[in-house]
């Protein structure tokens, strides 16, 4: 059996956007053209492609991020970026919260609508 890494792809609007949103929560590029961009935090990488007429409204594109503790990144990203759980806005960042047979987690929407599900893995 062969062991992989799966990174998520997202749209962008805007790469210089995107880019500058996702530095603010501590991802650095590590690959960009006109066509594609990889940023990666703590080994873990995510992926974008251009789609400048997206809707962020519209979008249905997300990703889960699987963290042994997530109370740590929440209070970093809180800090860093200020964003309200406001169920309309967008991007947003809510605060933890645990569903019936569902890990804890949280959620961030970013700029262009997509939803990450970040979940407590234990």
Request: hydrophobic share 40%.
């Amino acid at each position: 059996m062969t062991t992989g890494q799966i990174t998520a792809n997202l749209p962008s609007r805007d790469f210089d956007a995107t880019e500058e949103f996702y530095a603010t929560l501590g991802f650095r590029t590590d690959f960009r053209n006109e066509d594609w961009m990889i940023l990666s935090r703590d080994g873990m990488m995510v992926e974008f492609f251009p789609h400048p007429d997206l809707d962020p409204g519209q979008s249905f594109f997300s990703a889960c991020l699987r963290l042994p503790e997530i109370d740590g990144l929440h209070a970093d990203w809180r800090a860093a970026t200020g964003l309200t759980g406001s169920r309309d806005a967008i991007p947003r960042l809510t605060d933890p919260f645990k569903l019936a047979d569902a890990p804890r987690m949280f959620a961030l929407v970013d700029p262009d609508g997509s939803l990450w599900r970040v979940l407590e893995s234990v």
